[in-house]
């Protein structure tokens, strides 16, 4: 993973956040399902994630992912407007999960990243 950041987010609802922490494990949004892979963002790609894919929706919680704990589970691969999005080929155990919180934003519209609820 030379080059790539050790940290990327994912973006969960409020009854998948739920999931992961009361079973310790998030197994995947049913897109993630569908394509077989844990959909994932870098900082720098969040906000178009959540513009496009998360427009109007309320509740939802976002996970800072520790990639490096996940190892060879992560594959980084070509997606919207030829970018590189981190993909996890398995399920996203709570160990993972460096800090997570609610989606918010700051005035400018940037996303404020979580720092607290910290796992593992």
Known sequence: ???????AYKV????QMA??????????APV??????IHLSTE?????????HFAGQTDLHLVAVDLEAL???????E??????FPHIYGE?????????????RAEDGEIILPTSGQHG
Do not use: N
């Not at 993630?32 to 892979?37: P, S």
């Not at 190892?71 to 691969?77: A, I, K, L, S, Y």
């Not at 996203?92 to 918010?104: E, K, Q, S, V």
């Open 1 to 7: 993973m030379i080059g790539h950041p050790k940290t």
């Open 12 to 15: 969960l609802t409020a009854p």
């Open 19 to 28: 999931e992961l922490l009361e079973t310790g494990v998030f197994k995947g």
């Open 32 to 37: 993630d399902l569908a394509d077989g892979y």
């Open 44 to 52: 720098e790609q969040l906000a178009g994630t959540v513009d496009k």
């Open 71 to 77: 190892g060879d589970c992560v594959r980084w691969e």
């Open 79 to 84: 997606s919207r407007g030829g970018q590189l």
């Open 92 to 104: 996203l155990p709570i160990g993972a999960a460096r800090a997570h919180g609610p989606l918010r």
